[in-house]
């Protein structure tokens, strides 16, 4: 793998270089809010975040999309589809915001290929920034991911204070560095040591586990116990886990039209919302928030493995800090195994 | 690029028949590819379920319930419910819909060549067994005994009257009609499907039972069906959920891990036994 450096005093040169061949997406603050956004100007660029409140999930698979425009009634036709093309870079994505991509992959590849993330996909190169000092809800290694993995970035910054390690890691990483060489250095082996005693010590820093031994054959035996009904109390149904979760993939679709010309939306949805699964003739097979909590887990931890053969969860641990009840899936999942064990 | 398996073909109606009355409405509609190209391509096989939209109000996830045979349109029959049926029922011959499919899985037509088969359909639930019947009536030499159990709350609600006229002529298909409550001039079974179906006592030998209807009704079939000695890989079933993709993404149908869009909609009762999930 091609190593590299790049001192801090290039980064604004890297970013003006970056944003003028392609659009660039970096963790910015809003109105006190961390998400991505397209930035212009490397002063935008807020590196201090570990975690963005709204994943990065949100370039990709946008929490609004029109999938198609029409004209409306009895008389409509389609009118127009179109997928954006264009080409982008996610600057600063962490590990596993990244691997996020990995666990929905195969959901857009579908039966039916769904152009709209698939196109995205393809056209964004992801520049990854390695995690030197975890949060206190963070648990990647449960996945075996780690803090400081190149497995799902094309390029990965890991910052050596007053300078940047730069691993290329894919084609489409190399492609991209070759267009801007010039700001770059060689590393050397120090660099290298340095990257490894940093991930070394974010992986220690790590403190919260979760534990995935058996897990699907545990929960098979579990869909009927009084454990998601005593989780569920606490739920408020507010649905923020899973807007946040970087893994969910759920949407809705909504015609907007006035007299002459409309659009036929996706917006991101929730299985936390009664009228989700709510049908027309008033049956609901998830009517009470109790199984709706526990598909949610259920949908994560066993039927997504049963199906993708990969667990459902990156361990960002959004939905922990997020959660304005406090409900803690390490803890769910941890009562899972001394159910299962007793 | 690939093609956005969101967006519909036109469709037109050319035909729509009020088949129920009263305060549920259903009607069948038939339905043309505009696209001579598209409509020629355009397959499927019994139980398999189209994405039916109208600009500027939403889709619907219907079974298809005409036969595959018939080649010259694609028909759903639609009772009015929501807010998308409300606005098809107003529709008129001539006007557009989008269209796109078909989806899911199907009847195993071909596995059940030479076999006996019993229909057990409860008011909206025949639509999808409309679609094997007329099937398995233009290649009637293919199968053996074919049996109708069909019933609904009233005959306003009844769904196909003139065609199950039609049929009761024939010697090679048996029907059995019922409604919940006795009405005047009514001359046949009077009582709820499960029970007509008992009555009846329709032999499990070399016969698969294919039922659709109301959850509860689909419940109280299959405990007679068992009963009756019918095994768990001879009844099947086809259900239905809220949808908005059809193709698997969206994730609302799920029962379990299974997405009905794309897993099902026809399922084996073997299959659902075994399957944990809010239904």
Known sequence: ?342 | MSKNPYSPWLATISGIKQEAVGERPIKTFKLVLEDEEIRNNFSFIPGQCIMVSLFGTGECFFAISSSPTQKEYIEVSVLKLGKVTTELHQYEPGDSVGLRGPYGNHFNVKEWEGKNLLFIGGGIGQAPLRSIINFALDKREKYANLDIIYGARSTNDLCYKEEFAELGKRDDVNIHLSIDVEEEGWNEYVGFVPDNLKRLNPTPDNTIAITCGPPIMIKYVIQNLEDLGFEDDQIFTTLEMRMKCGIGICGRCNIGNLYVCKDGPVFSYGQLRNLEGDM
């Open chain 1, 1 to 342: 793998m091609e190593t590299l450096i790049l001192q801090k005093d290039k980064l604004t040169k890297l970013i003006e270089k970056l944003s003028s061949s392609h659009v660039l997406y970096g963790p910015i603050e809003e109105n006190g809010f961390s998400l991505f956004k397209q930035i212009r100007d490397f002063k935008e660029l807020n590196l201090k975040y570990l975690l963005t409140r709204v994943p990065p999930k949100s370039l990709i698979f946008k929490q609004t999309e029109t999938l198609f425009k029409f004209i409306p009634g009895r008389k409509g036709t389609v009118t127009s589809s179109e997928i954006n093309e264009e080409k982008s870079i996610i600057f600063a994505i962490r590990p596993c915001d990244a691997r996020s991509f990995k666990i929905l992959d195969p959901v857009f590849e579908g039966n039916f290929e769904d152009p709209f993330y698939i196109s995205k996909r393809k056209n964004t190169v992801l520049i990854g920034l390695t995690c030197n000092s975890p949060e206190k809800n963070c648990f990647c290694t449960s996945f075996d991911d780690s803090p400081g993995s190149t497995e799902n970035v094309d390029i990965l910054f890991t910052d050596l204070d007053d300078k940047f390690f730069v691993e290329v890691v894919t084609e489409k990483g190399k492609n991209l560095i070759k267009s801007i060489e010039d700001v770059f250095e060689k590393s050397t082996k120090n660099d290298e040591d340095s990257k490894r005693n940093i991930v070394t010590n974010s992986v220690e820093s790590i403190t919260r586990k979760m534990d995935l031994d058996g897990l699907v054959p545990k929960l098979d035996k579990m869909f009927d116990h009084e454990l998601w009904h005593n989780t569920a109390q606490k739920c408020i149904g507010c649905g923020i886990c899973t807007y946040l979760c970087p893994t969910c993939h759920c949407f809705d679709m909504q015609d907007e039209s006035s007299l002459r010309e409309g659009a036929r939306i996706r917006v991101w949805d929730s299985c936390m919302y009664p009228e989700y699964t709510h049908h027309a003739s008033g049956h609901n097979p998830r009517a009470i928030r109790m199984s709706r909590v526990r598909n949610r887990v259920y949908h994560k931890f066993s039927y997504f493995p049963k199906n993708e053969d990969i667990t459902a969860c990156t361990g960002c641990g959004r939905c922990i800090d997020y959660c304005p009840v406090n409900i803690d899936i390490i803890d769910v999942i941890e009562k899972v195994g001394v159910i299962a064990n007793e």
